[in-house]
């Protein structure tokens, strides 16, 4: 059970997410994107919360928010804890923003000790991909991968990346400066799971092993149209109902294998009428999972049987890429140490994919990155109603305290250097 000390601060962590929801675009829900007004106001909040923690805070050129708490002597490497503070559309008051209350959660449970390495907390700026249909501005920024093209891209109203960066007070020449330094020992994001894994297998906490890879295609089913009643079903060439037996294959599949998950979320039918068979018919494949072969074989079986679907029924099927996804894994010694504080919280250990992005997966190209998902009631995530429990936030603080004291006496951590590349 988490101590009393845990169980205040999981309180404390939850009422200040409720009060970063109150920082929105929209009245009566929660919207905050890219340097929009109230992301200031969230910045202004947070930095009043880690002021008297003797935490230094600024606000990189990519508009993250950038917290140090100090170690015990100058000069020391740095350990990263963050998340996002941007929003969906209509979302819940936890997603992205619990990582970063909860990181300030850990500095207050250190109670003023300091250790072997500096702590970074990281709000990052964004990472959801709403106003310019671009994620992860605020990580990429970290690894050096906002270039000209993604400064240059433009939201509904014709603001650039680079514009925004400006509007908000900052210069985008410096964007350089907020990458990272070398110095970093590695990179801890505490998430919500956004999903019903944990919820059903009866955990708090999961430890991610790997942020899973994801191909995105569309297929289109080409047939003919013709008369809906007239013409007799041996002698269709329906695209429609191809592409339905297509989608039952799918489903059957993913079934069929241990962890990959597959979905067909978008269908459009040509001409759409109700009196006419359908002679094109358009469908997308979102198909994860945390092993690249398992995945690559998948969306091959997947195609080649939609070929043979096409052929049987005497129609053509044309497949595209859209993206192409590695999976991302986590680093085996934080994993193993993250493990270890499980065991010295209480908690039982239990591995798990990611079937979601995240910014760790940017980060971890970089510098060795791990994360921690708390349990999400109902699998609820980017909705209002999504929640999470006062009882699983305190078994995370508690859980990264323990954490954070075997890392500062772990040599094997303290001299876990990467050169950048």
């Not at 040509?270 to 999972?289: K, Q, S």
Request: proline residues 4%; negative net charge; hydrophobic residues 45%.
């Amino acid at each position: 059970m988490p101590d009393s000390q845990s169980l205040s601060l999981a309180r404390e962590v939850m009422a200040r997410c409720q009060t970063l929801a109150r920082f929105s675009e929209d009245a009566g829900s929660i919207r905050r994107t890219f340097l929009s007004p109230p992301m200031r106001d969230c910045h202004r909040e947070i930095m009043t919360w880690v002021e008297a923690l003797g935490v230094t805070s600024t606000i990189d050129a990519a508009g993250n928010l950038r917290m140090t708490y100090p170690a015990a002597e100058p000069g020391a490497k740095r350990l990263l804890i963050g998340s996002h503070l941007d929003t969906v559309p209509n979302a819940g008051a936890y997603d992205g923003i619990l990582g970063v209350v909860l990181a300030i959660a850990l500095l207050r449970g250190l109670d003023g000790k300091r250790l072997p390495f500096a702590i970074e907390v990281i709000g990052f700026s964004e990472e959801e991909g709403v106003r310019f249909g671009t994620p992860f501005i605020g990580s990429r920024a970290l690894v050096g991968r906002l270039d000209d093209e993604i400064l240059n891209r433009k939201d509904v109203h014709g603001v650039s990346i680079r514009q925004a960066i400006a509007n908000f007070g900052l210069d985008p020449s410096e964007i350089g400066q907020a990458a990272l330094r070398g110095d970093e020992l590695g990179y801890l994001e505490f998430h919500i799971e956004q999903g019903p894994v944990l919820e059903n297998a009866g955990h708090s906490l999961g430890v991610v092993e790997a942020i899973a890879g994801q191909s995105r295609l569309e297929l289109k089913f080409l047939g003919h149209s013709n008369h809906a009643g007239t013409t007799p079903m041996n002698l269709r060439y329906d695209s429609l109902a191809a592409a339905a037996e297509w989608i039952g294959v799918v489903e059957r599949y993913a079934r069929a294998t241990a962890g990959l998950v597959a979905t067909v979320g978008a269908i459009h039918a040509e001409p759409g009428a109700v009196n006419v068979i359908a002679g094109e018919t358009r469908v997308t494949l979102d198909v994860r999972h945390q092993n690249d072969e398992t995945r690559i074989a998948a969306v091959a079986s997947m195609i080649r049987q939609a070929e043979e679907i096409a052929a049987r029924r005497g129609i053509k099927v044309q497949s595209k890429t859209l993206m192409g996804q590695p999976s991302v894994p986590m680093d085996r010694f934080l994993v193993s140490e993250i493990e270890r504080a499980f065991v010295s919280a209480g908690c039982a250990s239990y591995r798990m994919a990611s079937g979601a992005g995240h910014d760790a997966m940017i980060l971890a190209a970089k510098i060795p990155t791990a994360m921690i998902f708390l349990r999400t009631p109902g699998g609820i995530s980017h909705d209002p109603a999504e929640s999470v429990s006062e009882g699983d936030v305190a078994k995370a603080i508690d859980c990264g305290l323990h954490l954070l004291s075997q890392l500062a006496s772990s040599t094997t951590f303290l001299h876990m250097f990467r050169t950048l590349s």
